[in-house]
């Protein structure tokens, strides 16, 4: 809970103000029981009401804790299933100590490699909702694979590897880069941006405490996710069989897919608007073409360019973010 003064800083809202109020884009309106109002037309300000005392968080909807069980499904499915590859390559593929930690590590480089693709297609083709259900499909898809090509019949038979490759590296690699891209920026869309009034007077609902409260549920249902994957899915290998241990994580995650498809009617959906890495390179492009010299950075001639779609602001962020780069790659 905090406390907040009507001359406090004011929120800045997403282009997603579309989704929420009628479409004015007058000096300011009201939706509902949100207030807004907005200063200019390029950022759109959600200003604090006049009798404001102090905000809270608001109570998460219903769509909302949706997404956030898939996330729990999803992680227990990652997590339960992955801790297994290395002793599975190893027990039953009869691959080697550095062979099976090698594949391993591709895994992961899969997993996380492929997010940049998939909020590239979120953003410019398909937007979240659908992005996420694709990849998730994918994800489901190699998990059914990978249990049925640890089947006795498949390992005898010398499918085994072949199985583990394509169902890991082909689907669920990019299974799970497409969904660690957008499913935590789709949960934090499902709340609508504004001050919403309680029954205290003085007391209104203030959105940004209530994303706070949206990512601390969401990570609690990745640690949860994880634990229980992690506990239950060694024991199923165990106590039955690699097959079996495969596809619990499968059911689960099916499970996970419905549930966040049974929201698909009552989610916010942003339309994709086009990704941020086209601009960065059309950005770039221009700014090598035409350096000068004299100037403190390379981007410096993309400064105070006319008819493109980027502007100084956005010139001065990609320079800092260069910048923060070369603290990874030193």
Same mark, same amino acid.
């Given at each position: 809970? $905090?406390?907040?003064?009507?001359?406090?800083?004011?929120?800045?809202?997403?282009?997603?103000?579309?989704?929420?109020?009628?479409?004015?884009?007058?000096? +300011?309106?009201?939706? +509902?029981?949100?207030?807004?109002?907005?200063?200019?037309?390029?950022?759109?300000?959600?200003?604090?009401?006049?009798?404001?005392?102090?905000?809270?968080?608001?109570?998460?909807?219903?769509?909302?804790?949706?997404?956030?069980?898939?996330?729990?499904?999803?992680?227990?499915?990652?997590?339960?299933?992955?801790?297994?590859?290395?002793?599975?390559?190893?027990?039953?593929?009869?691959?080697?100590?550095?062979?099976?930690?090698?594949?391993?590590?591709?895994?992961?480089?899969?997993?996380? @490699? $492929?997010?940049?693709?998939?909020?590239?297609?979120?953003?410019?083709?398909?937007?979240?909702?659908? $992005?996420? #259900?694709? !990849?998730?499909?994918?994800?489901?898809?190699?998990?059914?694979?990978?249990?049925?090509?640890?089947?006795?019949?498949?390992?005898? /038979? @010398?499918?085994? #590897?072949?199985?583990?490759?394509?169902?890991?590296?082909?689907?669920?690699?990019?299974?799970?880069?497409?969904? =660690?891209?957008?499913?935590?920026?789709?949960?934090?869309?499902?709340?609508?941006?504004?001050?919403?009034?309680? =029954?205290?007077?003085?007391?209104?609902?203030?959105?940004?405490?209530?994303?706070? /409260?949206? !990512?601390?549920?969401?990570?609690?249902?990745?640690? #949860? @996710?994880?634990? !229980?994957?992690?506990?239950?899915?060694?024991?199923?290998?165990?106590?039955?069989?690699?097959?079996?241990?495969? $596809?619990?994580?499968?059911?689960?995650?099916?499970?996970?897919?419905?549930?966040?498809?049974?929201?698909?009617? /009552?989610?916010? *959906?942003? =339309?994709?608007? @086009?990704?941020?890495?086209? *601009?960065?390179?059309?950005?770039?492009?221009?700014?090598?073409?035409?350096?000068?010299?004299?100037?403190?950075?390379?981007?410096?001639?993309?400064?105070?360019?006319?008819?493109?779609?980027?502007?100084?602001?956005?010139?001065?962020?990609?320079?800092?973010?260069?910048?923060?780069?070369?603290?990874? #790659?030193?």
């Amino acid at each position: 809970m $905090t406390t907040r003064s009507p001359d406090r800083e004011a929120l800045i809202a997403s282009p997603r103000r579309a989704s929420i109020d009628s479409g004015n884009d007058s000096g +300011g309106e009201s939706y +509902g029981r949100y207030s807004f109002d907005y200063a200019d037309d390029d950022v759109d300000v959600i200003r604090p009401p006049d009798d404001m005392v102090r905000t809270i968080p608001g109570k998460l909807s219903i769509w909302t804790l949706l997404v956030v069980i898939m996330e729990l499904c999803e992680r227990f499915a990652h997590y339960g299933g992955s801790l297994m590859f290395t002793i599975y390559l190893q027990k039953i593929l009869h691959q080697n100590k550095p062979q099976a930690i090698a594949l391993n590590r591709g895994t992961q480089f899969m997993s996380y @490699g $492929t997010t940049i693709l998939g909020a590239v297609i979120a953003d410019q083709w398909l937007g979240k909702f659908k $992005t996420i #259900l694709v !990849f998730a499909s994918l994800y489901f898809i190699g998990f059914v694979l990978l249990a049925i090509s640890s089947t006795d019949y498949s390992v005898d /038979r @010398g499918y085994g #590897l072949a199985g583990f490759g394509i169902s890991v590296f082909l689907f669920i690699g990019f299974g799970t880069g497409g969904i =660690k891209a957008n499913v935590s920026s789709f949960m934090a869309e499902q709340i609508p941006l504004g001050y919403k009034a309680t =029954k205290v007077p003085g007391v209104y609902e203030d959105s940004k405490l209530t994303i706070e /409260r949206g !990512f601390r549920y969401f990570y609690w249902s990745i640690n #949860l @996710g994880a634990f !229980f994957g992690q506990l239950i899915c060694p024991q199923v290998a165990k106590l039955h069989s690699y097959a079996m241990a495969f $596809t619990v994580p499968a059911i689960v995650f099916f499970v996970g897919i419905v549930v966040f498809i049974a929201g698909s009617k /009552r989610y916010i *959906k942003t =339309k994709p608007q @086009g990704t941020v890495l086209t *601009k960065v390179w059309c950005c770039m492009r221009y700014a090598r073409n035409s350096r000068k010299e004299g100037r403190s950075h390379w981007l410096d001639g993309a400064l105070g360019a006319r008819n493109v779609e980027w502007n100084d602001e956005f010139v001065i962020g990609l320079q800092r973010s260069l910048r923060a780069c070369k603290i990874f #790659l030193s």
